[in-house]
Nanobody
Framework: QVQLVESGGGLVQPAGSLRLSCVVS????????VAWYRQAPGKQREWVAY??????YYANSVKGRFTISRDNAKNAVYLQMNGLKPEDTAVYYC????????WGQGTQVTVSS
């Protein structure tokens, strides 16, 4: 059974930074493409970044501000978020690129002054 545990969210001022973590269990992590998604109130969930091997991909809305990375020894994927904007406010989740794993609880990111 795949389990996802996200952490690291919080309240931050505009232009601030946060680093999100996701620990994945129940799957051979190193071979998987892993993505970060977010869902803002009243909006559909959207992907923001994914990592396949050492290759990374970003949604246009976060390109140049967010960095996705992984530590296969820890079965973890990270999202370094810099230059945060109010429109980044959302619950952030990790999952496979297809969203096939059971969703975790997510971690709330609120960007506000």
């Amino acid at each position: 059974q795949v389990q996802l545990v996200e952490s690291g969210g919080g309240l931050v001022q505009p232009a601030g930074s946060l680093r999100l973590s996701c620990v994945v269990s129940g799957v051979i992590f190193s071979s998987k493409t892993v993505a970060w998604y977010r869902q803002a109130p009243g909006k559909q969930r959207e992907w923001v970044a994914y990592i396949s091997g050492e290759n990374t991909y970003y949604a246009n809305s976060v390109k140049g501000r967010f960095t996705i990375s992984r530590d296969n020894a820890k079965n973890a994927v990270y999202l370094q978020m810099n230059g945060l904007k109010p429109e980044d406010t959302a619950v952030y989740y990790c999952n496979s690129l297809s969203g096939a794993w059971p969703w975790g609880q997510g971690t709330q990111v609120t960007v506000s002054s």
